[in-house]
């Protein structure tokens, strides 16, 4: 237990104000006082020029009280002081401060009970403790109450500046972590997108001005902007919303069932078909069928698409009659779809009937705006999910995310956040938490490939695509806009390969 003092007469709450006397300081304080650096008269941070940061003092000696007083108003801070734990306690209800500075070992409630009184009314506030009898047990148990930091007697003032400088500047970003959440809740997107740039703001008003048709729609963007999720707030604020929203991906089903796919089949179709399955527009009846990757349908089957949606009937494979369906269809490529035409991957007449409108998405690297937004977003996400209490990111941490080009946008982004919330121990997410290839970009944007001689064709080919697969975070569809390649191709050449 911490050593019991004298208890002095303690005046009503009067006390606990911070009243400067016009006489001279005493000699104890003048000496404490001797040499102090005229330049400690500037504001520590440039940020509280409109409004000085708040402390209480809460020291039981008088003189301790009042060295702290003047030491932290020529530094530019407001000053309150209380000369026990129950003042504190009185002060606190009505004066709010920022920061309290308390010492540890005072009579009746001492700086520990402080301490957790003060973390259970408001866990934020900053609370730094005072000892004349530092221990590493006792420093250890003051971090654990959740204590700022914790320094002993004779105070070092360097020191103290120093960590009451850095408790500002992370007050600071607390404050703009709440402000990006109040963003958030208030006006921070558009149905689930997260943005506030103008090139979002195009297209919500997009998708909005969409949402009251019917019509076809084609969206393009790279991989990882958001095209299902365009589709599927499309779907949600439109007359469909009750109805089912169906999503098949062209470049991922093989090209021997795709048919099946899209029409279903009877029983006995074909081999395998031991029962009767209905296909994605059945399945979608009455609602919204997202196509993606459009570009990578087999040319065999764009014709029969193209019936389906003009006529609404569907035949299923091996079926004798046709049946109404009514259905919303909207596609979506990674590629420039009038490209994709020129180059004989797409159907002109496909094109025109589902081209009515185009929803193109920007990159992020295009809207770096956002990515504070995004990732207060996805911190409150994570935080849910993995039961952690991450505050937001250091302005390091945050710099290096806007920096970096973004291959693989928000997806890539969503992934790397998940990762610094997982790696966090702190409230905040630091450089250090983030992947090797974002804190040095220049390492990993432009590998080099090295073939030693006498390599045959096939093999460079291998190394070549993989290479870039490698560097694409393993995302097939970016790895194949790289390499000017299909998405089935890459998938082949891996399965060749042996590569799943």
């Given at each position: 237990?911490f050593?019991?003092?004298k208890?002095?007469?303690i005046?009503d709450?009067?006390?606990?104000?911070?009243e400067?006397v016009?006489?001279?300081p005493?000699?104890?304080i003048?000496?404490?006082?001797?040499?102090?650096s005229?330049?400690?008269?500037q504001?520590i941070?440039?940020?509280?020029?409109n409004?000085?940061?708040?402390?209480?003092?809460?020291?039981d000696?008088e003189?301790m009280?009042e060295v702290l007083e003047m030491?932290l108003?020529?530094w530019?801070?407001?000053v309150?002081?209380?000369?026990?734990?129950?003042a504190?306690?009185q002060?606190?209800q009505?004066?709010?401060?920022?920061?309290?500075?308390?010492?540890?070992?005072?009579?009746?409630?001492?700086?520990l009970?402080?301490?957790?009184?003060?973390?259970?009314?408001?866990p934020?506030?900053p609370?730094?403790l005072?000892t004349a009898?530092?221990s590493?047990?006792?420093?250890?148990?003051?971090?654990?109450?959740?204590?700022?930091?914790f320094?002993?007697?004779?105070?070092?003032?360097?020191?103290?500046?120093a960590i009451?400088?850095?408790t500002e500047?992370?007050?600071?970003l607390?404050?703009k972590s709440?402000?990006?959440?109040?963003?958030l809740e208030q006006?921070?997107?558009?149905?689930?997108?997260v943005?506030r740039?103008?090139?979002?703001?195009?297209?919500?008003?997009?998708i909005?001005s969409?949402?009251?048709t019917?019509?076809?729609?084609?969206?393009?963007?790279?991989?990882?902007t958001?095209?299902?999720?365009?589709?599927?707030t499309?779907?949600q604020m439109?007359g469909?919303?009750a109805?089912?929203?169906i999503?098949?991906?062209?470049?991922?089903?093989p090209?021997?069932?795709?048919?099946?796919e899209?029409?279903?089949?009877?029983?006995g179709a074909?081999t395998g078909?031991a029962?009767i399955?209905?296909g994605?527009?059945?399945?979608?009846?009455?609602?919204t069928l997202f196509?993606?990757?459009?570009?990578?349908?087999?040319?065999?089957l764009?014709p029969k698409?193209?019936?389906?949606?003009e006529?609404?009937k569907?035949?299923r494979?091996?079926g004798?009659?046709e049946f109404q369906?009514?259905?919303?269809?909207?596609?979506a490529?990674?590629q420039n779809p009038?490209?994709?035409?020129e180059n004989?991957?797409?159907?002109?007449?496909?094109y025109y009937?589902l081209?009515?409108?185009?929803?193109?998405?920007p990159l992020?690297?295009?809207r770096?705006?956002?990515?504070?937004?995004l990732c207060?977003?996805?911190?409150?996400?994570?935080?849910r999910?993995?039961?952690?209490?991450?505050e937001?990111?250091?302005?390091e941490a945050?710099?290096?995310?806007?920096?970096y080009?973004w291959?693989?946008?928000?997806?890539?982004?969503?992934?790397v956040?998940?990762?610094?919330?997982i790696l966090a121990r702190?409230?905040?997410i630091?450089?250090?938490?983030?992947p090797?290839?974002?804190?040095a970009?220049?390492a990993?944007?432009?590998p080099?490939?090295?073939?030693p001689?006498g390599?045959t064709?096939?093999e460079a080919?291998k190394?070549?695509i993989l290479?870039?697969l490698?560097?694409?975070?393993?995302?097939?569809?970016e790895?194949?806009?790289?390499?000017?390649?299909?998405?089935?191709?890459i998938?082949?050449?891996?399965k060749?390969?042996?590569?799943?």
């Open positions: 237990m050593r019991k003092r208890r002095r007469p005046p709450p009067p006390n606990t104000r911070s400067r016009n006489s001279a005493s000699g104890r003048a000496g404490i006082l001797r040499g102090r005229l330049s400690g008269r504001s941070t440039d940020n509280m020029a409004r000085k940061t708040k402390i209480l003092v809460v020291d000696e003189a009280r030491r108003q020529d530019g801070f407001e309150r002081l209380a000369a026990d734990g129950k504190a306690e002060v606190v009505g004066y709010d401060p920022d920061i309290v500075i308390s010492d540890v070992v005072m009579p009746e409630v001492s700086g009970d402080l301490l957790r009184a003060l973390k259970a009314d408001h934020e506030r609370v730094i005072v009898q530092g590493i047990d006792l420093a250890v148990e003051a971090m654990k109450q959740g204590a700022q930091d320094i002993t007697k004779p105070l070092d003032y360097a020191k103290l500046r009451l400088q850095a500047g992370e007050m600071d607390r404050r709440q402000r990006l959440q109040s963003q006006d921070g997107g558009f149905g689930s997108f943005g740039s103008k090139a979002m703001r195009e297209v919500y008003h997009l909005e969409l949402s009251s019917d019509a076809s729609v084609i969206i393009t963007g790279e991989s990882g958001g095209k299902e999720l365009a589709a599927r499309i779907h439109s469909r919303a109805g089912p929203f999503a098949i991906n062209a470049a991922a089903i090209e021997n069932l795709m048919e099946s899209i029409l279903g089949h009877e029983k074909f078909a029962g399955r209905a994605c527009f059945e399945q979608a009846n009455r609602g196509l993606d990757e459009i570009a990578e349908m087999p040319l065999s764009q698409l193209l019936r389906v949606i006529d609404r569907v035949r494979l091996g004798s009659s369906v009514d259905v919303r269809v909207i596609a490529t990674n009038w490209a994709a035409v004989g991957r797409m159907r002109e007449d496909l009937r081209n009515v409108f185009t929803i193109a998405l992020l690297r295009d770096k705006g956002d990515i504070p937004l207060q977003y996805f911190v409150r996400e994570f935080n999910k993995h039961n952690t209490r991450v937001g990111m250091r302005e945050l710099e290096l995310l806007k920096q080009p291959p693989g946008n928000v997806r890539e982004l969503r992934n956040m998940e990762r610094a919330i702190g409230s905040w630091e450089k250090q938490h983030l090797a290839y974002i804190l970009p220049q990993g944007s432009a080099r490939i090295v073939l001689a390599v064709a096939a080919e190394e070549l290479s870039t490698r560097s694409a975070g393993n995302n097939k569809a790895a194949a806009r790289q390499l000017g390649l299909d998405v089935k191709t998938r082949n050449k891996l060749a390969y042996g590569i799943e």
